[in-house]
């Protein structure tokens, strides 16, 4: 497996991490200016503090064989991952050429379903589970890759992490869990909300999972980390935890006022910890870039801000009609009984065989078709109901 260090990154490499973070950063810090603007960016939770991981988990992000499911402060994390800062900016302030839902989510939830980074919901920890059900289809399917999915150390709290990272380890799926511990969950401390100072520790008992930790404010630590990840998990079919330590330079989000509940020492300690800050003095003090070199790309990244924001903010607003597309399914048209089931002839029979044989039928017509669950089909009982009857025997374990 490849090392990375600051003395053996090509220059060019070296060059393409920095420009990265420098418009990673200069997007955050950006951002808060829409909502005063009444332009947008309602919900803003800027990413500052974990700029090490968050590069290396969308540089590894492989187009074409990795899914990646991002949570709502994973800002630079799509942007190393090849997303532009103006699809980002359309998704903060709402235009219908945002790439994620056209304009139609909340800001902060970054997506582009055509490469596969998914688009997730805004209840915390719940797209763990899409991670590992796409997981469970890499196997099934035979695809090289992994599902990557990614939150901070309190999501770790809900149940739906749980289940996730159980099912992948009982099922050896290859799942990347990556935990961003900043030591908060908006204004609860990380002693208030788990039973282990790593939080990851509390899965340490888990078959099949490998844990790795790293310096999440660190470039090399977590390039390191992740790459050792990905491979692992590829190799041996199995999901990992990267754990990375990071810190919160600014609040929870826009809605929150840090200096509540944070000290002045403590703010002074983060600020002084700031990944992008040591990044830039590693590299001039191994003379790997100039300072001319560093302020070129400064320079470079604030003209491509601004010519995304330019053209974001030109991007057409989404049809005030759209609001109902995608709420509720196409009710289903029926094309044999049209005229209603109490017009229907045919043969009286039990509910739950109804059941069954529309199953039966449907998993013969679509071999894409399903089914999990507690106590869904074991041997010969067909579930709590016998609503699956005889389909195991017919299908097989594997659907």
């Not at 899965?203 to 692992?232: H, P, Q, W």
């Not at 320079?299 to 991007?315: F, G, I, Q, V």
């Not at 609001?323 to 509720?328: A, E, G, K, R, S």
């Not at 449907?362 to 005889?390: S, Y």
Request: one cysteine or more; glycine letters at 8%; a negative charge.
């Amino acid at each position: 497996m490849k090392k990375y260090d600051i003395k053996n990154t090509d220059i060019e490499t070296l060059k393409k991490w920095y420009h990265l973070m420098t418009l990673g950063r200069a997007l955050d810090e950006k951002a808060p200016s829409y909502l005063l603007q009444s332009l947008g960016w309602s919900y803003h939770a800027p990413y500052a503090g974990h700029d090490g991981i968050q590069l290396a988990i969308g540089q590894v992000f492989t187009l074409g064989e990795d899914f990646l499911f991002p949570y709502y402060r994973d800002m630079l994390t799509v942007l190393s991952a090849g997303m532009t800062a103006e699809e980002i900016i359309l998704n903060g302030i709402s235009k219908a050429t945002d790439p994620g839902s056209g304009g139609r989510h909340m800001s902060n939830h970054f997506a582009k379903p055509e490469w596969h980074i998914e688009n997730i919901s805004s209840a915390t920890g719940t797209h763990d589970l899409h991670a590992a059900g796409v997981g469970r289809a890499m196997v099934y399917y035979g695809h090289k890759g992994v599902a990557i999915t990614s939150h901070g150390e309190s999501a770790t709290s809900e149940g739906f992490v749980y289940e996730a990272i159980n099912g992948a380890s009982l099922e050896r799926l290859p799942v990347i869990f990556v935990i961003q511990d900043n030591g908060y969950g908006i204004s609860v401390p990380k002693s208030e909300q788990t039973a282990n100072r790593k939080v990851a520790e509390n899965f340490s008992g888990f078959k099949n999972l490998k844990i790795i930790y790293c310096n999440g404010k660190d470039v090399f630590d977590s390039m390191n980390a992740m790459t050792e990840a990905r491979e692992y998990a590829i190799t041996t079919r199995n999901p990992v935890i990267v754990q990375a330590n990071c810190v919160r330079i600014g609040s929870h989000s826009n809605s929150d006022k840090h200096t509540l509940y944070r000290d002045e020492n403590e703010l002074e300690y983060v600020k002084e910890a700031d990944p992008l800050m040591k990044f830039r003095r590693m590299l001039l003090r191994y003379k790997r870039l100039t300072e001319e070199e560093l302020l070129q790309i400064e320079t470079d990244a604030k003209k491509e801000l601004s010519a995304a924001n330019r053209k974001a903010l030109s991007a057409p607003d989404p049809d005030p009609k759209s609001i109902y597309d995608f709420v509720i399914p196409e009710p289903y048209q029926p094309q044999k009984y049209k005229e209603g089931i109490h017009q229907a002839e045919g043969e009286k029979t039990f509910m739950v065989n109804a059941i069954n044989e529309t199953l039966k039928a449907e998993f013969r017509h679509n071999p894409d078709t399903f089914i999990w669950g507690q106590d869904v089909a074991n041997k010969e009982k067909g579930g709590v109901f016998n609503v699956t009857k005889g389909m195991q025997q017919e299908f097989g374990d594997a659907r």
